[in-house]
């Protein structure tokens, strides 16, 4: 028996499930496959970000944190809390808690917009049928008109560091540790690395973070990167650049980390070894035999700028496709497909994509570089404004970093801004509104921000490109 829909979606995670919804939000017959399994063994939609990382990871963010406000800064306050005490058992129970208030929301909204949420494997068959083997083991066949490839990422592993699961882990065994470890070693400096050792830096661990790269964050705005490593190293992170993981072994209860950097070669103990090199497209068991979708030589479904593969109504989205893995990347493609899908039109602005690690001071940043506009060869100017002069930093006692701006020199336009400091994540939704609009740096200088804001650092910055700061210093 063959099941028909309008279009069904492998994959239940950020790209996923609102490619699902959206599709049923357009008066579509819509299913969404997904097997995600719970280290509890409980099933849930959302996939990773929801299960394993973005959520999970910004609940122990904010908690570790708090913990480490009450410890620092509350007596800059005048709050004296006596004894300080950690809890992390019901630490990691809110973690939990917060996730499956999340994922179960999903079932909710696919409820509201009448998709049919289905637990198992899917797999693509020749011909737009999709198998689903159930987690008891038993197949059916659906058939729909077009097929959403969603099926996401995992993280990648280093054949010469050996994943166990409890001494030498990956991003989602690092957010369940049930103690904390006194030394961890992270290899790795890159979001996820940066923001799970501060999550157990600030809990009492001391942290060692090892990057093969010289440069540090080169994803980012070079100032931007200069500055947040100052940060980090200050805060306690011992992060070592240059550094090449050799061989980890596990040693009792304990890990042995072999690495080499300009110095030679070394040898680091820790009590945890957490490997956050990246992660790679997640296409097992995914594409039968004869589909016809093509893989690009890093696994990669190969898809145009609609998502579109080389097969007619099979398409591709979120982390399995080219592009940023971000969590928002994916969920604007998986609404644009359902919308073309509809015979609307859509389309994602791939320029104005903003990017944000959650540590503090949080970073983020939209558009080019400095370094890119630069090597591009276009004329262009910059403007910094301090959150040392920002009266609401200092009154939030969290007057670290800055706000840069990179405008053409031509016709002003805004090529890229990047926030160092409190909110960045929040901070960096004006920049993507005003760029998806090709605001020049004039329009955002002659915004009204309101006072005492932390915006205002965006809007100062702005001034700043022209020499035009009132409360910062004009360079």
Known sequence: MTDLYDVIVIGGGPAGY????????????AACVDEWINTDGSFAFGGTCLNAGCIPSKALLESSELYQRAKDEFAVHGIKVGRLQLDLATMQKRRASVVKTMTGGILVLFKSSGVLGIQGHGRLLPGNKVLVTGPDGKERTLEAKHVVLASGSVPVRLKNVPHDGQYIVDSWNA???????????????????????????????????????????????????????????????????????????????????????????????????????GRQPFTQGLLAEGTGVELDARGFIQVDDHCR???????????????????????????????????????????????????????????????????????????????????????????????????????????????????????????????????????????????????????EAALAVDKKAIDGINR
């Open 175 to 277: 957010l369940e540790f049930d103690a904390i470890p006194a030394r961890l070693g992270v290899i790795g400096a890159g979001v996820i690395g940066l923001e799970l050792g501060s999550v157990w830096r600030r809990l009492g661990s001391e942290v060692t973070v090892l990057e093969a790269m010289d440069q540090f964050l080169p994803i980012a705005d070079g100032a931007i990167a200069k500055e947040a490593l100052r940060h980090f190293k200050k805060q306690g992170l011992d992060i070592k650049l240059g550094a090449k993981v050799q061989s980890a072994a596990v040693a009792g209860p304990a890990v042995d980390v072999v690495y080499c950097d300009a110095q030679g070669e070394h040898t680091l103990q820790v009590d945890k070894l957490v490997v956050a090199v």
């Open 18 to 29: 609102p490619a699902a919804i959206r599709a049923g939000q357009n008066k579509l017959k």
């Open 309 to 459: 593969t080389g097969v007619a109504n099979v398409w591709a989205v979120g982390d399995v496709v080219r592009g940023p893995m971000l969590a928002h990347k994916g969920k604007e493609e998986g609404v644009m497909v359902a919308d073309l899908i509809a015979g609307h039109f859509a389309e994602v602005n791939y320029k104005v994509i903003p990017s944000v690690i959650y540590t503090a001071p949080e970073i983020a940043w939209v558009g080019q570089t400095e370094e890119q506009v630069k090597a591009g060869g276009r004329p262009y100017k910059t403007g910094t404004f301090p959150f040392a002069a920002s009266g609401r930093a200092r009154a939030m006692e969290a007057a670290q970093g800055f706000a840069k701006i990179v405008s053409a020199q031509d016709d002003d336009e805004v090529l890229g801004i990047h926030v160092i400091g409190p909110m960045a994540g929040e901070l960096i939704s004006e920049a993507v509104l005003a760029m998806e609009y090709s605001a020049s740096t004039e329009d955002i200088q002659r915004t009204i921000h309101a006072h005492p804001t932390l915006s205002e650092a965006i809007h």
